[in-house]
């Protein structure tokens, strides 16, 4: 009888239950195997405490259910995990006593759930021998090899709803709406939203933006006879030459930190050319959260599904990917090579701007 583990690590996502659940059920009602939940990502692999073998009653019910039944982390990289020593944290790699856990719980095999950083960690310990699967994860849909991952429609959603609230309020006050979306790196979720929710301004990492088009493409927008405007940000957008500008990352030196992000940045600097009321919002975590969407709830069961098989093919170091309409795999190497971002010349872009949606850079 074979004891298959599952992890969930990074940033939590809608449709992470339906990944649990898919792999529980395939495993154990078609194969008669055992699966081993593991707590909080990574950082589970280290107490066995922190694992439970789960049945087919801790995943009834789960699939419409935002977050993760097994919790995650963004912390517990086995390759640079923070020890105490002496009042001090290390960062020491750890990984043998990790690769050592595994084979104690009896687990042969491993499902990691994550997005670029957990799939790497996850290649690292297939290296050490560990024999392990990936499921890509993320709502930034910034991983390559696949269409598209589950969690970014369940996003999207959110961010288009949000988008048509704030149509209201913006036209009934005349003001510019800015709002801020997540996308570190990669510009999907506002370029998608935006497009979908009908938004005036985009703007996205991908293409650093010129403040001074935006404030035109908005003047443009009033001498039109458009008394209000809506601007969806990507929280890693940025100032043409000013560098990145993402708040967590921001030092002193960084005025866009001082102001809190994209959007306040944004928001102070129209205010100052357009003498227009204007407000920015974050919409940050509630991205994360809430119900799967019928897309999340499908492709993230179909993706738990298809890692079982992979595991029962012994294919190990490759990844779940949807290809067209196709569960595929792919290796874990080629998938974390580099992020999938927004190509500045493709169709969705020039989707946007043929809709008169200024992206950034006109
Ligand atoms: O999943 C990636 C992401 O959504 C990024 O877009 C965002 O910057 C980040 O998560 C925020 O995560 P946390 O607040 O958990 O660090």
Redesign the pocket.
């Known amino acids: 009888k074979r004891r298959i583990g599952i992890l969930t690590g990074?940033?939590d996502c809608p449709g992470l239950n339906a990944v649990i659940r898919g792999v529980v059920k395939s495993a154990i009602i078609r194969r008669g195997w055992e699966v081993v939940g593991i707590e909080d990502g990574f950082d589970g692999l280290l107490k066995t405490d922190r694992t439970r073998l789960l049945g087919l009653g801790d995943v009834r019910g789960i699939l419409p259910r935002g977050g993760t039944i097994l919790g995650t982390s963004?912390r517990g990289n086995p390759f640079c995990y923070p020890v105490e020593n002496n009042g001090k944290t290390i960062l020491t790699d750890i990984s043998d006593q990790v690769v050592d856990s595994i084979r104690k719980m009896g687990i042969d095999a491993l499902v990691a759930v994550g997005?670029d950083g957990s799939l790497k960690i996850a290649l690292e310990l297939m290296r050490k021998g560990v024999p392990i699967v990936g499921v890509p994860k993320?709502?930034?849909n910034d991983l390559m090899e696949t269409d598209v991952t589950f969690g970014y429609n369940t996003a999207l959603e959110t961010a288009t709803d949000a988008l048509d609230k704030l149509h209201s309020t913006a036209e009934s006050h005349h003001r510019v709406m800015i709002m801020e979306v997540?996308?570190?790196y990669a510009g999907w979720i506002a370029l998608e939203s935006g497009i979908s929710g009908g938004a005036d301004v985009i703007l996205i990492p991908e293409i650093p933006f010129d403040i001074q088009s935006v404030c035109r493409a908005i003047d443009e927008r009033c001498r039109r006879g458009n008394t209000f405007s809506i601007v969806v940000a990507a929280?890693g957008a940025y100032p043409r030459g000013g560098g990145r500008v993402v708040r967590r990352e921001a030092s002193e030196a960084n005025p866009v930190e001082r102001l809190g992000g994209i959007g306040e940045y944004v928001a102070r600097e129209l205010t100052s050319c357009l003498k227009m009321d204007t407000r920015s919002m974050v919409l940050g975590?509630l991205q994360?959260g809430g119900s799967p969407s019928t897309f999340d709830r499908c492709l993230g069961s179909r993706f738990g599904v298809g890692a079982v098989e992979l595991i029962d093919k012994e294919r190990y170091g490759e990844m779940v990917c949807l290809r067209g309409r196709d569960i595929r795999s792919v290796s874990i190497e080629k998938a974390v090579r580099r992020l999938k971002l927004v190509n500045p010349r493709g169709q969705m872009v020039y989707a946007a701007e043929e809709l008169g949606i200024a992206v950034g850079r006109r």
């Open positions: 990074g940033g963004n997005g993320t709502i930034d997540m996308g570190r929280e975590h994360r």
